[in-house]
């Protein structure tokens, strides 16, 4: 079975501060990881993935993320933090052969303040 | 391309009422998914198709819910009868083919169906 675990519930931070969103998965085999973003009122906008080579990822909007298989994380960074940047943060992963079937976490509230 | 569509945008009705959700894909994507996102489930998937054909339904939460995909361009979740518990928003995302293993691929999601039950 695989299953996302987003420890918090609501991140803050001040506009220009480093922003970090986390993740920690369980998956049997290799995991494709998987961030996505969602607006007030909005679907969810894909921001990046990490399916195999290099661990550092890196997506829309000046996001990042590091998948480090020892510990089953694959947390979201951003160096500077935007006004704009604050919505519902959700990761979620899949297998190969899963047919796309993605697990979603609970999603990470992040508010930015100027 | 104007994206994945859905309508209704909103839609209220009362309890024991048939409520028809509506989803259009993008074009010349192969897979598409229904989910249903809540405060206190979070976001659940409820069915999805590749190439028309239903794959795992095994989300969908009880035989008042039903799903089809008469053509590549077009898919319904049907609710019969509706119950206040039912109220959600209910996206369509869909996702390309890719070459071999198609995991890998990104979902597009449309803006939701935000379904009121009284």
């Known amino acids: 079975a695989q299953s996302v675990a987003q420890p918090e519930d609501q991140v803050n931070v001040a506009e220009g501060n480093p922003l970090t969103v986390k993740c920690t998965y369980s998956?049997?085999?290799?995991?494709?990881l998987f961030w996505y973003v969602q607006y007030p009122n909005r679907g969810l906008q894909f921001l990046l993935k990490?399916?195999?080579?290099?661990?550092l990822v890196k997506g829309s909007y000046g996001f990042e993320a590091e998948f480090n298989k020892s510990q089953t994380s694959f947390h979201l960074k951003k160096p500077s933090a935007l006004v704009s940047d604050s919505a519902l943060y959700f990761c979620a992963v899949t297998k190969r052969g899963s047919w796309g079937k993605l697990q979603f976490g609970a999603g990470t509230q992040v508010v930015v303040t100027p | 391309d104007a994206g994945v569509i859905q309508s209704p945008r909103h839609e209220v009705t009362e309890m024991g009422q048939e409520v028809t959700l509506r989803c259009k894909p993008i074009?010349?994507?192969?897979?598409l998914f229904w989910y249903r996102q809540t405060m206190m489930r979070g976001l659940e998937l409820l069915i999805y198709?590749?190439?028309?054909?239903?794959?795992?339904d095994s989300g969908m939460p009880e035989d008042r819910f039903s799903a089809k995909m008469p053509n590549a361009s077009f898919s319904t979740l049907k609710i019969q009868p509706s119950e206040p518990r039912d109220s959600a928003v209910y996206f369509c995302?869909?996702?390309?083919?890719?070459?071999?293993?198609?995991?890998?691929?990104?979902?597009?999601f449309g803006p939701g169906t935000r379904l009121t039950v009284l």
């Open positions: 990490y399916i195999t080579g290099d661990n």
């Open positions: 995302a869909s996702s390309p083919r890719g070459q071999g293993d198609s995991s890998y691929n990104e979902q597009f």
């Open positions: 998956v049997s085999g290799n995991p494709y």
């Open positions: 074009s010349g994507h192969d897979y």
């Open positions: 198709f590749n190439n028309n054909v239903p794959i795992d």
